[in-house]
């Protein structure tokens, strides 16, 4: 069974596509005549130009909108398609569940005829600039220190590849880790921890010791007086990445 398959069940809810961030994603992929979507869940930011997602989950498949371009059930390791079928590919929030990301880069690179776009982060960034993991969670943070890679060797495995921060915004629509970074009520909901990975798989009893001095903090005002600098921020930059490679 794929990971999703326990872990997505909530995921069209809580993992809307953001309009910034689809914008951001749209100019990295350019002007382009047809895209796949490798990883690519319920069909975030799927642009019209989308011809196939490659998606392993049922589950998530199941979610995808009925308008959604057509998907087939497979893995980034092992991409059902010929060599340089199109224009451009796109693996989203994906790479760190494949089983072997060498792998899977090398067959994104293999299908795409002009480039190839990856949104990622950079652990480094978010250990430091997070304060959800940096103070609260450093089981999560330790966990995804297990299957984060350093987007300096994802861009080696691309061949190369420019880096653009994706700053969030702080009313991101998208319900990834560190969307609610000025909206620290919604960790302590269970709805909102579903649809995040690096705050789902750990398991709540390792979470529950952080969570509950989180509670305590925004009961007592301990949280916003330390970070009374966020408050009034728009958007802040996480260690979001996006890495695009051309040929
Ligand atoms: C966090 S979701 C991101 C989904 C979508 N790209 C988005 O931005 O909303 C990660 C997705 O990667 C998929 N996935 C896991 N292992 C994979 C693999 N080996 N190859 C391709 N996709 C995989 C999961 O099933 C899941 O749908």
């Not at 057509?70 to 980034?76: E, H, L, M, S, T």
């Not at 269970?190 to 990975?197: D, E, Q, T």
Request: with cysteine; hydrophobic share 45%.
């Amino acid at each position: 069974m794929a990971t999703y398959d326990s872990l997505g069940v909530t995921y069209a809810r809580t993992r809307r596509p953001d309009p910034r961030i689809a914008e951001r994603i749209h100019a990295a992929l350019g002007n382009v005549t047809d895209v796949i979507n490798v990883g690519a869940g319920t069909g975030s930011y799927e642009p019209p130009a989308t011809v196939l997602a490659v998606e392993p989950s049922r589950v998530m498949l199941a979610q995808r909108p009925p308008d959604a371009a057509p998907a087939v059930q497979a893995v980034a390791e092992q991409l059902p398609l010929r060599d340089g079928a199109v224009d451009a590919v796109m693996a989203l929030l994906t790479v760190h569940h494949w089983s072997d990301p060498a792998a899977g880069i090398a067959e994104l690179r293999r299908v795409a005829r002009r480039r190839v776009v990856v949104l990622t982060w950079d652990q480094r960034v978010f250990r430091e600039r997070f304060w959800l993991v940096r103070e609260y969670l450093p089981e999560a943070a330790a966990f995804d220190d297990t299957r984060a890679m350093p987007t300096a060797r994802l861009a080696e495995l691309l061949g190369g590849a420019r880096e653009e921060p994706v700053p969030v915004p702080h009313d991101c629509v998208d319900g990834f880790a560190a969307a609610y970074w000025r909206r620290p009520h919604a960790y302590l909901d269970p709805r909102v921890r579903a649809g995040i990975s690096l705050l789902a798989q750990p398991g709540e009893e390792a979470l529950a010791p952080g969570l509950a001095r989180l509670a305590d903090d925004l009961n007592t005002g301990r949280w916003h007086t330390r970070h009374v600098d966020l408050l009034t921020r728009e958007t802040l930059d996480v260690g979001y990445r996006l890495l695009v490679s051309d040929h």
